[in-house]
Structure formats: structure tokens, C-alpha cells
């Protein structure tokens, strides 16, 4: 069975993926299409030194998993709701906070161009190329959270972009029908 949370006002959505998928873009729309808050958690543990220090080998900080969510329990916590969260990893939030759990999925060669673009070093570049074949979030999502709640969808093309957002607008729509 699901855990406990509070009786939401409104759904929190998470948005997650390989890094280049398209969280921030497509968080960005929803959160715009609904009325909802966005959360950027990768520049929160920046700003707010959620972390504990920076990994040289891996090219990242290394996240603490207390310190972002006990930072994030005030707001994903409460009974308003409404939040959009964008992160490249879901398993260190409590099961708790969402109702919906998005993964975006891309196609390795348009990802590769992606990341190409974005800057990264070959080596980061072919690991999270390597972690979107082997549906690495996936995988995660689907262990941390109830399967009825996760849902999939293909993020290479600005249209895919668009039906994803109008997706997901439906759906909160339909939660809040179902939940008033
Ligand atoms: P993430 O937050 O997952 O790292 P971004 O939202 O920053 O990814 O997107 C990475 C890049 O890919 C950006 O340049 C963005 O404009 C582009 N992009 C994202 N989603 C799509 C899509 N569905 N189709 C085409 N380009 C996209
Ligand atoms: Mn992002």
C-alpha cells in the first residue's frame, strides 16, 4: 500500500531523468500550464550547500540525502500541494511527497548531441548516455515508488514536449476531480 501522506489540496509532481532529458524545460511548462511551484533541486543543493562537497572523479556534488530533505519537508510536506520538482535521481525523497512521477526518456544520439551542447566532459557525457540505455532512473522510479504512479514519456522532439505538458495538465485535472 501507498504511505501515508497528508490529504493534498493539490498534487505534487515529480519530474525526473538522465540529465538533458528535458526536466528543467518541460518543469518549467507545467509549473507555468498549472499554477504550480517549481523546484529546481539541482540548484538548491548548490544554493543552499546541500551537499558535502564536490566529487572530482565523478564531476558532481555528493549529495546529502537529510539536509535536501528536511530543507524540502516544509513545502512537499504540507497539505497545499502544488509543487513541480525536477531532479536527475528519485530515490532519496520519501514516497510520501508525490502523486505523480514522471521519467523522460530520450534517445541516445540526441542525447549525446544534447550533452554535447551543454558542455560536458566525454566521460560525463558517455555516463549518463550509458544510464539513459540502461534505464538507470527508470529502474529507480519504478523500485521507490507505487508502479501505478510512474509514468514514462518520450522527450525528444519539442512536440513530445508539448503533448507531455497538455499529459500532464489532463492528469492534474482528473487528480483534483478525483480528489476534491
Ligand atoms: P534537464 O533539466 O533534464 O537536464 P533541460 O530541460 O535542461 O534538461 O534540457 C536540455 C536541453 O534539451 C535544452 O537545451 C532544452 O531546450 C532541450 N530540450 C529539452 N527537452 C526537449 C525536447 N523534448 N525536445 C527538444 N529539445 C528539448
Ligand atoms: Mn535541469
Redesign the pocket.
Known amino acids: 500500500a501507498a504511505p501515508s501522506a497528508v490529504k493534498r489540496q493539490r498534487p505534487n509532481i515529480l519530474v525526473t ?10 518543469s518549467e511548462l507545467v509549473a507555468l500550464a498549472l499554477g504550480y511551484e517549481h523546484i529546481n533541486v539541482s540548484e538548491l543543493v548548490k544554493a543552499h550547500s546541500l551537499h558535502d562537497g564536490y566529487d572530482e572523479a565523478f564531476d558532481t556534488f555528493i549529495l546529502n540525502d537529510d539536509k535536501l530533505c528536511d530543507e524540502l519537508e516544509e513545502q512537499l510536506g504540507a497539505a497545499t500541494g502544488g509543487y513541480v520538482v ?1 531532479f ?1 535521481t528519485c530515490d532519496v525523497f520519501p514516497e510520501r511527497w508525490f502523486d505523480l512521477v514522471v521519467v ?1 526518456r ?1 534517445d541516445n544520439t540526441v542525447l549525446y548531441d ?1 550533452l554535447t ?2 558542455g560536458y566532459s566525454d566521460k560525463k557525457r558517455s555516463e549518463n548516455v550509458e544510464c539513459e540505455i540502461m534505464q538507470v532512473v527508470l529502474e529507480e522510479a519504478r523500485e521507490s515508488y507505487q508502479e501505478e504512479i510512474v509514468v514514462e514519456l518520450q ?4 512536440e ?2 508539448e503533448s ?1 505538458t497538455e499529459r500532464i495538465q489532463e492528469w492534474a485535472k482528473a487528480w483534483l476531480a478525483n480528489n476534491a
Open positions: 531523468g538522465t540529465p538533458g532529458t528535458g526536466k528543467t524545460t518541460l525536477d536527475h523522460l530520450t544534447r551542447e551543454r522527450s525528444d522532439t519539442v513530445q514536449m507531455n
